[in-house]
């Protein structure tokens, strides 16, 4: 909540007529609310904080395999994932986000675009299928990935 609406609401609360209730008392309730709301933000900002130690790609594999261990990865999500033009919008790299593995060509073959490795060795099953997850990020996609996966989280 940013200040303009929490400032909103305080002038509204005071407003109210709640029949038992005094001034002081909504004050009181108000500024323990405050403390809660300050102590929650501190909360989400250590767990920001923990991300940012990470690296990207070390962020980024360990987050996959978690999602996938917590069946949260879909079929419409993967398919997502594999759409160039929606990886280059959600995340700004610049190859599909998952790559899937073909049975018939070796799996070093497949990991390179124009003769460089830009999937990672190990591949990754998601609904039975099995995938290459993309290996080129940098500090710059770490924001979208963690704004991409807080939307995974919380559906």
Same mark, same amino acid.
């Given at each position: ?27 009181? %309730?108000? /500024? !323990?609310?405050?403390? $809660?709301?300050?102590?929650?933000? *501190? ?5 920001? +904080? ?46 599909? %986000?998952? /790559? !899937?593995?073909?049975? $018939?060509?070796?799996?070093?073959? *497949? ?5 460089? +490795? ?38």
């Amino acid at each position: 909540m940013d200040k303009r609406a929490f400032r909103a609401n305080v002038l509204y609360i005071l407003e109210q007529d709640v029949s038992g209730l005094s001034t002081e008392k909504k004050i009181k %309730f108000m /500024k !323990k609310w405050i403390r $809660d709301y300050e102590q929650e933000s *501190q909360e989400a900002s250590k767990v920001e +904080d923990t991300h940012d130690l990470i690296k990207v790609g070390i962020l980024v594999r360990t987050t996959m395999e978690k999602i996938v261990r917590e069946q949260l990865m879909t079929i419409d999500r993967t398919e997502l994932l594999l759409d160039v033009k929606y990886c280059k919008s959600t995340f700004d790299i610049n190859y599909p %986000f998952l /790559k !899937k593995v073909v049975w $018939d060509s070796p799996l070093s073959d *497949q990991r390179k675009i124009n003769g460089y +490795d830009r999937y990672w060795a190990k591949d990754i099953t998601i609904n039975q299928e099995r995938y290459l997850i993309c290996n080129d990020w940098y500090e710059r996609n770490k924001p979208k990935f963690l704004k991409w996966l807080k939307e995974i989280e919380n559906k």
